[in-house]
């Protein structure tokens, strides 16, 4: 009796099925992570998943992948695929070049409408087709195809005479940023990509690039305060460990610092001990205004809104803010240490009022500042602005504030 074996349609479904997870396990884990579960897989499993996924996760996933792995499934993969793949990991990350998909309608000028038609009800059964891209032969971009053009054109009529002249395209080395706010007003649902001497190397669909923007400002929040962007639900605990540590160790060694400013005032806090009761008022409010600048200037930084020599005039407008702000939440604060030091029986009530409102004016204003020079000088040392921006925010209002207070009372209270 013969051995009797699965039924092929079966087995196809289940790869079918098996490869659909392995998608959605690239789009739902960081890179690290999903090159760990595609590692396990055959070169064919792995190409099968990856052609279908969007063009940054497919370069993050494949170049975590040990060298020998990764050259088996490049090996593996249709030729136009491995060569994007390959040109894509060439440009550095948050670039337009990393996001860059493949354009399959390429015509010649030289085409006629009847051609180009005939080829595009192949491609569209194979791929998305938005648009067709005119290159001469040289490869660089000349014309963009609108499918109503072709629809009314005669079908003797060559590209040239059908095609969009001069079209817009995004350059491989442009930002996520500059590239979105160039397209932000255009509305197209995909974008040419050109090189530096302006010949088409890929296309870029809009939904791709803005997810991308999307993913950028999202992180923002986690990276102020220590949290990689490549962290997510779904990362092991030992990588969030090594992902979060370091940052809560630096922020105690920077809370050292607010400690000793303490430390200094020691005896004029054994003198006035109510003084330590408004030590977090001050700490609170001036940290809140700092984040708000922080909040602003970060926004500002990602959207493209921050230009070259514009930080100082966006510091001098968080200074006034720091101002209006410090002077009335300054006279709340101040009346409630009024208010407090009377009912305790202090015979300085009306000057620990007038300090806890010159305090909370100057705290206010410094890191309203604070918050806004802060991500620049890190953007200039060539460091990620958003990372643990946070951190060293705090340290700043933390120190300037207990310090301001804590001097103004050791000065003016007996």
């Excluded at 493209?304 to 001098?316: L, N, Q």
């Amino acid at each position: 009796m013969a051995e009797m074996r699965p039924d092929e349609p079966a087995e196809d479904i289940q790869k079918s099925d098996h490869v659909a997870k392995l998608k959605r396990a690239i789009s739902q884990n960081a890179p690290s992570e999903a090159a760990a579960l595609l590692a396990k897989e055959d070169a064919d499993t792995i190409v099968a998943a990856l052609v279908t996924s969007p063009p940054p996760l497919v370069v993050a996933a494949l170049w975590k992948l040990p060298d020998a792995k990764r050259d088996e499934v490049l090996g593996a993969a249709p030729p136009e695929r491995r060569d994007q793949w390959q040109r894509n990991h060439a440009y550095p990350v948050q670039t337009v070049g990393r996001l860059m998909g493949i354009p399959h309608a390429v015509f010649k000028p030289v085409e006629t409408v009847s051609e180009a038609v005939g080829r595009l009800r192949t491609l569209v059964q194979k791929s998305l087709i938005t648009y067709g891209y005119v290159i001469d032969d040289d490869g660089r971009l000349v014309g963009v195809l609108i499918f109503r053009e072709l629809l009314f054109a005669q079908g003797d009529q060559r590209l040239e005479d059908v095609m969009l002249k001069n079209p817009f395209a995004l350059s491989a080395d442009m930002g996520v940023e500059d590239a979105m706010l160039s397209a932000v007003t255009l509305h197209f649902p995909e974008y040419p990509v050109v090189d530096s001497g302006g010949r088409l190397i890929g296309l870029l669909r809009g939904q791709t690039l803005f997810q991308q923007q999307a993913f950028q400002l999202s992180a923002q929040p986690g990276q102020m305060v220590g949290v990689e962007a490549e962290e997510r639900l779904t990362t092991p605990w030992h990588r969030s460990l090594r992902f979060r540590h370091p940052w809560l160790q630096l922020n105690l060694v920077t809370a050292f610092a607010a400690a000793a400013v303490v430390g200094l005032f020691q005896d004029t806090i054994d003198r006035t001990v109510l003084l330590a009761a408004f030590l977090p008022v001050l700490a609170g409010q001036s940290g809140n205004t700092g984040c708000q600048a922080l909040a602003v200037t970060l926004r500002g930084m990602t959207l493209g809104e921050m230009r070259e020599g514009k930080s100082s005039a966006i510091a001098m407008k968080e200074m006034l803010l720091g101002l209006l702000n410090g002077t009335l939440v300054g006279v709340t604060a101040g009346a409630g240490m009024f208010a407090y030091a009377t009912w305790q029986g202090n015979p300085e009530a009306f000057t620990l009022s007038a300090v806890v409102f010159a305090a909370m004016v100057l705290a206010c204003i410094v890191s309203g500042v604070a918050g806004t020079l802060i991500p620049v000088v890190l953007k200039r040392m060539g460091a990620d602005p958003a990372t643990a921006s946070s951190i060293f925010l705090t340290t700043a209002t933390d120190v300037v504030s207990m310090g301001v207070f804590l001097g103004l009372a050791a000065a003016f209270i007996r």
